[in-house]
Each structure stands twice: as C-alpha cells, then as structure tokens.
C-alpha cells in the first residue's frame, strides 16, 4: 500500500467511501457517519483551505518577484488572461453543442413542458419580460381552463429559502455598475480579504502589487524579504506534503459524509435524485467528460509531446481526484500547484503565478454548466432561445466565470445571472439544485484541469520548464 501513487490511494479511498455510504445506508447507520465520519472531511477541506490562502499570497509574490524585468511579468499575465478566455469560451461552447444536439429538456412529457411554459409565461407576464420565441400559451382560448389551473397552483407554490438565498446574492450584483468588478478586485484591508476565500481575486490584486513593487525597491532592500516570503512559502508547500499524507482516509470521510447527507438510510434516494434529472446530468457529463479526457490532454500533446495523453493523467491525477471529492478549486490549489511543479516539471515562478490566477478566474467546468443548465431548463419550459440569446449565453458564462467564488455550488448564482441575460425565470435553479452537488465536483475537476493546463502552455512558451 505505501508503494502506490498517491492518486491510487486516493481513489481507493473515494470508492471505499461510496460503498461504505451505501452499505451504511442499507444498515441505518448513516447518522453514524454524519456525526462520527464526515467531520473528518470537514477537517480535511478546512487545513486545505487554511492552506490555499496564505499560499497565494505568498506564491505569487513569490513568483513575481523572482522575474527578471516587470515587462515580462505583463507578457505573462496577457498569456495567463488570454489562455483563460478561451479555454472557457471553448467550454461555453462545447456546452451549447451538446445540449442543443441532444436536447436533455424536450426528453420530458409534451403535458409537463406545456405546464412549464404557462407557468413561465405568466412569470414573464408579472415580470414584465419579453417572450422573444413568439409563443403565447396563456393567449390561446382553448388553453383558458389549463392557465387557470397552472396560475393557482403557480400562486400557491413557495420558494425554497436555499434558492431565495442566492437570488437575494445575484440582485446584488445585478444592480452593480459596469466597474464594480474593478472596485471588488481591489482591497480596502488586505486582513478581511485574506479571511475570506471568496475575496481570492483581492488576495492575487494585493500579491502582484507587493511583488512588483519588491521588483521596484533596490536589492539590498528587497533581497531578505524576497528570501524571507520565498522560505514561508516553501513551509506551506511542505504543510501541502503533510496534510496529503491522510488524504484517502480523509477522502473516505468526506464521500461517506456526502453520500449519507443525501441519502439518509434509504440508499434508492440517491438514485432517484439522479433519475428526475438523468438526461441533463448525462449530457453535462459527457461535455465535462469531453473537456476533461479529450480537450485539455489534446492541447498539452500540441505543446509537449514529453507529457503524453496517459502521463498527464498520472502525473495530475492525485490534483483531479481531490478536485472531484472537495468541490472547491481553491481548496484543492495547493496539491494543483505540487503536481504542477514536481510531476509537470512547470518551474515555481511560473506555477506560482498562473495557478493562483486560475482559481480564481479560470472556471471552465462551471461556464460549461452553465450553458448546458440554462439551455436545458429553457428547454424543459418549452422556450426557444433565439441565436442572439445564445451568444449572450457564451458571452456572459464567460464574464460571470470571472471572480467567481472557488468554492462549492458558487455557480449557481453565477447561472442566476445569466438566466436573467435572456430573460428567464432566475428561480428555475431550484429544479436542479438537488443534483447542484455532485454534478459541481465533475464540473470542478475540469476547472483545475484548465488551471493545470494553461500554466503548462505559459511554462513552456516561456521556456519555464525543468528537465
């Protein structure tokens, strides 16, 4: 057991805790395993996180100051921002392909989608939205009796306060000016960004503004705190080497935790939960499953044949499979940044600056689900979105992406954004919020597979690669 890869271990570790969630449920011991096993899950995404921030700051401060010149660090940054966009245009589109080829919402009876449709309609109505397909269910005379049926149930429904949360979050940043982003970028007190992961975009702002200041101050000045960040940031590497020395276990405890939290004793609940929603969960999977085993491995092949198709997976599967079991990139950033660096052979200063970046801004899992989820649910309400709504899709899945908390579930208010684009009902998350949390542990192992791949691409441009 202590010869295998450390991936392996922790593969054996998720699959043990699928079964024993599952066997648990069967012998009505799942309380057990809420109370007694997923606290340790809990614990192991706490010390990643613990980790993950003060690693940022210091990586990149790190790694900025360690460049040369401050020219080349803004070569690097237009690569870094410029690979990002399109790998998540990329994955917006590859989103709309599936789901328009496949058409997951019109695989539902002709009678619920009609249903749906009235109910939009007269939320379109009420909300004083335009219906841009031309259809108008509610104008029809011989539908007269079903509008009435669907508006007193619609009047007596009641949103789930889970769904009224992020609503209330998306408002928020609805009614936020075009340059807000710039002004949330930009910290006021660098302490409260670094206790707070969804600030990370702060946490980089102020990093790359301390490195390139260090580049500004002459090097007998700037020399010992170069020397002392440089040594700090090794000790958080090595807290990364220590915290993984438990991750199977800590992997069991988490899955175990997770599995029993949906279940309960009644292990068919999970399977029902999947089969109401099994055809969008199939085709988000398979536009994941594309980006992840197709995509990334073809473009790294493009730019090092060294690497290989079955070597990435090696060398970066221990990254991906915490990906899957934490669902939260910035947790998983510290062991992205050692598979990177040790296994890759990406040097530090480029990995420390382009992953970190990654986290933040690169979400391509979760743009791509995005597409697939509002596409999907227009489909199940019987809209048909025009190709102008499409592209605002592509284009503000990709913007929404930006800052996007690295954190479990952060897109589904990032969807509620864009579902409010074209003009759709902003509450519909709620239809596919109960399978929101293992479809986003897919969607985030495609985003650190992004951040890997892009920081391998800017490594090797810029001839940053060990031998």
Known sequence: MKKLPIHIKILIGLVAGIIWAILSAHLGLSTFNVQWIKPFGTIFINLLKLIAVPLVLFSIIAGVASLSDISRLGRMGAKTLTAYLITTFIAVAVGLLVVNIYSPGERVAEETRIDNRISYELWAERENVELKDGKCFVCDEEMAQRVAEVRHRVSQEEIDPAVLEKLKTASQRKDEGPMQFLVDMVPSNIFVSLNDNGL???????????????????????????????????????????????????????????????????????????????????????????????????????????????????????????????????????VTMECVTKNLKISKKTANFVLPIGATVNMDGTSLYQAVAVVFLAQFHMVDLTIGQQLTIVLTATLASIGSAAVPSAGLVMMILVLQSVGLNPAWIGLIMPVDRPLDMCRTVVNVTGDATVATIVGYSEGDVEQ
């Open 200 to 334: 990370m975009l702060q946490v980089i702002f102020f990093a790359i503004f301390f490195g390139v200041t260090l580049l500004m101050v002459p090097p007998k000045k700037s020399e010992p705190v170069i020397a002392f960040i440089t040594s700090i940031n090794e000790v958080f590497l090595k807290m990364v080497e220590v915290v993984m020395r438990g991750a199977p276990f800590f992997v069991f405890a988490l899955l175990a935790g997770i599995i029993s939290d949906m279940a309960g004793d009644d292990p068919s609940k999970v399977i029902e939960i999947f089969k109401g929603l099994a055809h969008y969960s199939l085709i988000l999977v398979i536009g994941l499953a594309f980006m992840v085993f197709a995509f990334y491995p073809v473009v790294l092949t493009m730019v090092s044949k060294k690497i290989g198709y079955k070597g990435f997976f090696k060398k970066f599967g221990a990254a991906q499979l915490l990906a899957f079991t934490t669902s939260s990139s910035a947790a998983t950033l510290p």
